[in-house]
């Protein structure tokens, strides 16, 4: 990454609960019709912060990006910046800018007309001068030197995305808001782009809002997360907070892979719940808050924490191999129970080598630490 001018580097503190807030959704609420799109959200974002919207297609994502943007304007409720209410002004008088999917780049501009064109809308008028350096600024933060009179059709698709980048931060907005920007992407390109996107926010400190299906996205660029399901927030926390200690079956679904097991809490000893299967087996896993013996509910194993062997071990379950896949750093196996049905384990290439690997139709035996196991609402 370039250099980053002085006026552009990133001096706040990363902890997010010591930042004051730049934005925040009150009470917001966004009806289409008899479509309730977003209902009732309350969020603050921090001052210099990455938050990302994470949920599947209608949970109400891109409805709370474009009402923080001005694109939508809410039915109740109150957007915020910098603790002023903007529910009726303009998006082009909010401190925002936002990248599209599309990146809605001009074709026939070249890449520093595309990158200044909002410069030049400024009122009372920025100089040629001034135009520029700003314009140049922006690309040496894109790495783009050089490219000032390509056309964008000429540039590959990365290349455009950074080009978007560039006239989004070029106005020095507070609020950057990307709608899935990277979607367009391979998968090789869009590993590098989220490096470089990441890179990009923590030096420059504008707080980026970031709206994705992408559940490895969201984990590797954020700060914090915001979980939506039907015009809802279900949970907020950190990537390790949402992967580690879910408050749901349907966030521990959704943010990363588990296994999944129903069934009715037996006991519950020094935070370790017994679960009760419809087969009679009982598993065990860290109860979580508000749950207690004789609810209904599902226990999540994590396929890393699930340890297999070829021996038998105390509490072990015996289980048959249906399926491998090296996956280079894992290998990851399908491995069938006769009453718990298909279970995912993902075993590390350090511990599995040579004669280590196991095979398909072989009987093993799998175990888990039941304090790494969560037992969750059911949903």
């Known amino acids: 990454m370039a250099h980053i001018p002085v006026d552009l580097q990133y001096t706040a503190n990363k902890q997010s609960d010591s930042r004051p807030p730049i934005a925040a959704l009150r ?48 039915t109740s409720g109150d957007v915020l910046i910098d603790g002023q209410a903007v529910n009726d002004l303009e998006p082009y008088r909010r401190p925002v800018n936002m990248v599209f999917q599309s990146y809605a780049l001009f074709p026939h501009l070249n890449v520093s007309d595309n990158i200044g064109y909002g410069l030049r809308q400024r009122r009372p008028r920025l100089s040629r001068g ?30 455009q995305q950074r080009v978007a980048l560039a006239r989004a931060i070029v106005n020095e907005p507070k609020l950057l808001l990307l709608d899935e920007p990277l979607a367009a992407l391979d998968r090789k390109l869009r590993k590098e782009m989220q490096i470089e996107l990441q890179d990009l926010q923590r030096q420059i400190g504008i707080t980026f809002v970031l709206v994705t299906h992408d559940q490895e996205e969201a984990l590797s660029l954020s700060d914090r997360i915001c979980v939506m399901r039907g015009g809802r927030i279900v949970q907020t926390g950190s990537p390790q907070d ?17 296994n999944f097991f129903d069934g009715t809490i037996d006991a519950v000893v020094d935070g370790i719940a017994t679960l009760a299967t419809r087969s009679g087996l009982r598993l065990q896993g860290a109860a979580t808050a508000g749950l207690s ?21 105390p509490g072990g379950l015996a289980c048959t191999v249906h399926n491998r896949i090296f996956l280079g750093e894992h290998t990851e196996y399908l491995v069938q129970h006769p009453a718990l049905g298909t279970v995912n384990v993902l075993t590390p290439r350090l511990i599995e080598s040579g004669d280590m690997s196991f095979q398909t139709g072989e009987q093993v035996h799998i175990n888990w630490n039941p304090g790494r196991a969560l037992v969750l609402s059911p949903d």
């Open 27 to 74: 009470n917001v609420s966004k009806v289409f019709g008899s479509v309730i799109a977003a209902d009732a959200l309350n969020l603050s974002i921090a001052q210099g912060e990455f938050l990302s919207f994470l949920g599947p297609s209608g949970c109400g994502k891109t409805t709370a990006l474009r009402m923080l943007a001005g694109f939508e304007a809410p």
């Open 130 to 159: 001034e135009i520029a350096g700003k314009v140049g600024r922006a690309l040496e933060i894109v790495r783009l030197t050089g490219f000032e009179s390509r056309r964008v059709w000429e540039m590959s698709g990365g290349q």
């Open 242 to 258: 949402l992967y580690d200690q879910p408050k749901s079956r349907y966030v521990a679904d959704f943010v990363g892979t588990s």
């Open 293 to 313: 013996v004789g609810a209904a509910v599902c226990l999540s194993v994590r396929p890393e924490q699930i340890r297999m062997s070829r021996d038998a071990v």
